[in-house]
């Protein structure tokens, strides 16, 4: 397989299936909203419902590097310099290999931080900021692009991250 090169762009929050579809069509190439699976309890049935995940992102990718950015209503910049590099490069691959979109996954406690086991995450680090035992989800906080990001995300187990000294 060839590598691909990731970008990231930052749009209008409510065009962005809209923007990642029209660059799908027109350039012939992958880009998607990521998504990701999140456990909903409706009158005690456990339900599994798509959201947004990173509202107001895309990712891109290309089997040839892009010397300009692309540009078409809605779209507010592409992240970084150019092609996404380093732990956002691991980040959007990641991504890529599950088609933008993420399903629950294990954790450690309240307060540790924790390495990510399951496969999809690739043993992505974050820390755990609170925990929803009832509902079986966890408030994780983990850095894209240089920001702190949040998001509530299902959990099955508990894995702290080697050598945790908090």
Sequence with gaps: MRALYAYCYFCETQKCSTIAALIRRTL???CFSPE???????????????????????????????????????????????????????????????????????LAEEGQYCTVTDHLWQKMEGKVIKIDRGRKRCCVEFTFDGVRRTVWLGYEMIQPKENDKS
């Design 28 to 30: 012939n190439e992958t």
């Design 36 to 106: 990701i699976i999140q456990r909903k309890w409706t009158k005690g049935i456990c339900e599994e419902v798509r959201h947004p995940w990173l509202p107001g992102y895309i990712f891109h990718y290309t089997e040839e590097p892009q010397d300009h950015p692309i540009y078409m209503p809605g779209i507010i910049r592409r992240l970084g310099d150019g092609e996404l590099k380093n732990e956002d490069l691991a980040f959007a691959n990641m991504l890529y290999e599950h088609n933008g979109i993420m399903g629950t996954i294990y």
